[in-house]
């Protein structure tokens, strides 16, 4: 077990151009969370997948945001034509969905800058 | 909707004293409560949980006790240390939700 990993740490892209964000969660983790979170705030909900399915979005997730989770293993985060406002700390989370109590296992996050 | 409420900090502590970090929450049905901590350059951690009223979570010497009568989940320490300086996250899940929701954040800091 090595833990929720994201790739990259850092990404300081300009504005307008994608980005696109990676989490490997825990092997045996059937759920997996996009969480962002904004400097002295709590992080933020934005989607969920339980294996490959995607189950809920937040309004936060504006269509410019995408996310996958393909063969319910690693996920991707994409942003298209990246705004100023998306500069966060974009973090991924995983559980095992086995009766609860649902404990959620973060990553180290992907720090986005856009300039 | 569910919701978390947490004392703002920072709270600026001496090695030894005691801690205490308020939270608060408002959740349709039972949710479980958590604690997850933060240090400088670090991702988040869990740090506690408790599951049901009453329920007592401890790790690292902290320790919060799930009050359903008064919708509450403070986080206590006898003796903090400045290795605890960090910022502190409550949480819940559950109830009306399939997503932690999380407080604002209390920040920490021990002095030696």
């Known amino acids: 077990d090595t833990g929720v990993s994201q790739n990259p740490r850092h990404k300081i892209t300009k504005r307008g151009q994608n980005v696109t964000f990676r989490c490997d969660p825990i092997?045996?983790?059937?759920?997996l969370y996009w969480y962002r979170q904004t400097l002295g705030q709590g992080p933020e909900f934005l989607t969920y997948?339980?294996?490959?399915?995607?189950?809920?979005k937040s309004r936060l997730l504006s269509d410019r945001f995408s996310a996958e989770r393909p063969k319910g293993s690693f996920s991707t985060l994409e942003i298209q034509r990246t705004e100023q406002g998306d500069s966060a700390m974009y973090l991924c989370?995983?559980?095992?969905?086995?009766?609860?109590?649902?404990?959620?296992?973060f990553g180290p996050g992907t720090r986005l800058t856009v300039t | 909707g569910d919701s978390v409420t947490q004392m703002e900090g920072p709270v600026t502590l001496s090695e030894e004293a005691f801690l205490t970090i308020n939270c608060t929450y408002t959740?349709?049905?039972?949710?479980?409560l958590f604690w997850y901590v933060q240090y400088p350059g670090e991702g988040l951690q869990l740090l506690l949980k408790?599951?049901?009223?009453?329920d007592k979570g401890s790790n690292k010497g902290f320790e919060a006790t799930y009050r359903k009568e008064t919708t509450s989940f403070h986080l206590e320490k006898g003796s903090v240390q400045v290795s605890d300086s960090a910022v502190y996250f409550c949480?819940?899940?559950?109830?009306?939700?399939?997503?932690?929701?999380f407080g604002t954040g209390t920040l920490l800091a021990v002095q030696p």
């Open positions: 997948f339980q294996n490959e399915a995607q189950l809920e």
């Open positions: 092997s045996e983790h059937n759920r």
């Open positions: 949480a819940l899940y559950g109830g009306a939700t399939n997503k932690l929701i």
């Open positions: 408790a599951t049901k009223a009453d």
């Open positions: 959740a349709t049905g039972y949710p479980s």
């Open positions: 989370a995983s559980s095992l969905e086995a009766g609860g109590p649902y404990e959620q296992y």
